[in-house]
């Protein structure tokens, strides 16, 4: 069984930063795509940003403002966020995708006040 267990949500002023951080337990096979959803209030969850080993993709809305990497290593994934605007406010959840499996954290709130 896989465990995805967030930390870094928080409060934060229209212009300003967070990293949100996934560390990952259990077994995970090398070929995984790890990457952040976000649900806002009302709204379906949708997708933020992915990595694989070498390739990464981002949803409009995050290009030019967040960064995702991953420490293999580690089993961990990291999302850098920055220039936040306020409808980056909802829940973020970390999720890793195998080939016949997918799991998900129990999210982190994220609020971007005007």
């Known amino acids: 069984q896989v465990q995805l267990v967030e930390s870094g949500g928080g409060l934060v002023q229209a212009g300003g930063s967070l990293r949100l951080s996934c560390a990952a337990s259990g077994i995970i096979s090398r070929l995984n795509v790890m990457g952040w959803y976000r649900q806002a209030s009302g709204k379906e969850r949708e997708l933020v940003a992915t990595i694989t080993s070498g390739t990464t993709n981002y949803a409009d809305s995050a290009k030019g403002r967040f960064a995702i990497s991953r420490d293999n290593a580690k089993n961990t994934v990291s999302l850098q966020m920055n220039s936040l605007k306020p409808e980056d406010t909802g829940v973020y959840y970390c999720?890793?995708?195998?080939?016949?499996?997918?799991?998900w954290g129990q999210g982190t709130q994220v609020t971007v006040s005007s």
């Open positions: 999720n890793v995708k195998m080939t016949y499996s997918d799991y």
